[in-house]
């Protein structure tokens, strides 16, 4: 089976208040073959600096064995494995960004690793075409409401 378009999301949560209804939301989105959890990590410090991991997956035991590598690389971890080249330099150095380190007392924090699966053909059909990746970004709501506002000062000028 073909992986699908992977992606790294870290997100920011203030006063956290974790009900379940983000893992809800991602089981949805896993049942109906939208995504895949590769990999989450949630990280949640108190107001004393007290630190809480929380970890999930929905790869197999054999399917982690068999990405380990190739996400450590993604992820910027050394590997052994000679057919795999880290991409995101060592994590480890002394350049490392920490999560627990990152995020202030009374917050959380979470990384993960999701692929698209609903992307998958998406991308197939677009190299079928002779097609590549030139950029890619998150587009953020108040970025489009701020273009709709712009958009309708425009006309409302003419």
């Known amino acids: 089976?073909?992986?699908?378009?992977?992606?790294?999301?870290?997100?920011?949560?203030?006063?956290?208040?974790?009900?379940?209804?983000?893992?809800?939301?991602?089981a949805r989105l896993r049942d109906n073959d939208v995504v895949r959890l590769?990999?989450?990590?949630?990280?949640?410090?108190?107001?004393?600096?007290?630190?809480?991991h929380v970890e999930h997956s929905?790869?197999?035991?054999?399917?982690?064995?068999?990405?380990?590598?190739?996400?450590?690389?993604?992820?910027?971890f050394e590997t052994d494995d000679p057919n795999v080249a880290p991409a995101g330099g060592d994590l480890l150095g002394e350049d490392?960004?920490?999560?627990?380190?990152?995020?202030?007392?009374?917050?959380?924090?979470?990384?993960?690793?999701?692929?698209?699966?609903?992307?998958?053909?998406?991308?197939?059909?677009?190299r079928e075409a002779g097609g590549f990746h030139i950029a890619d970004s998150w587009v953020h709501p108040a970025d489009l409401v701020a273009v709709g506002l712009l958009a309708a000062e425009e006309a409302a000028a003419r």
């Open 96 to 126: 490392a960004w920490y999560v627990d380190d990152a995020i202030p007392n009374g917050s959380a924090a979470a990384v993960v690793l999701i692929e698209h699966r609903w992307a998958t053909g998406l991308r197939d059909a677009i």
């Open 38 to 52: 590769i990999d989450l990590i949630v990280v949640r410090k108190d107001d004393d600096g007290n630190i809480e």
């Open 58 to 76: 929905d790869l197999t035991p054999e399917e982690v064995e068999a990405f380990g590598a190739t996400v450590g690389a993604l992820m910027g």
């Open 1 to 26: 089976m073909a992986m699908g378009p992977v992606q790294l999301l870290v997100v920011g949560f203030e006063d956290p208040q974790f009900k379940g209804n983000v893992l809800a939301e991602l």
